[in-house]
């Protein structure tokens, strides 16, 4: 059974950082790109960032550049999502994805085939 499982949210103040994790289990990790999305309330889930298997590429969504950062370690089956600078509309649910695709970038959800449940992330004084 594939498991991804986000954690690391919380409340954390502007300008702020948080860093959260996705650990995966039951698939090969190594030879999958993960991917991070987010959804605010009231909002669709959006693509943030990906970075392929091997850990040699990654993507991302304009509006984070330059703040967010995504890396993985294949020896401990996690993604991590680094993000410096919060701002009060990063507060979301944040999910991670697994795809398989022979493609880059990934960026639709459809192209992925397995999800987290979701981590929340509130920025806020």
């Known amino acids: 059974q594939v498991q991804l499982v986000e954690s690391g949210g919380g409340l954390v103040q502007p300008g702020g950082s948080l860093g959260i994790s996705c650990a995966a289990s039951?698939?090969?990790?190594?030879?999958?790109?993960i991917g991070w999305f987010r959804q605010a309330p009231g909002k669709e889930r959006e693509f943030l960032a990906v970075?392929?298997?091997?850990?040699?590429?990654?993507h991302y969504v304009d509006s984070i550049k330059g703040r967010f950062t995504i890396s993985r370690d294949n020896a401990k089956n996690t993604v991590y999502l680094q993000m410096n600078s919060l701002k009060p509309e990063d507060t979301a649910v944040y999910y991670c994805?697994?795809?398989?695709?022979?493609?880059?970038?990934?960026?639709?959800?459809?192209?992925?085939?397995?999800w987290g449940q979701g981590t929340q992330v509130t920025v806020s004084s």
């Open positions: 994805a697994a795809a398989s695709l022979n493609s880059w970038p990934i960026l639709w959800e459809y192209e992925y085939t397995y």
């Open positions: 970075i392929n298997r091997s850990a040699s590429k990654t």
């Open positions: 039951g698939l090969t990790f190594s030879t999958w790109d």
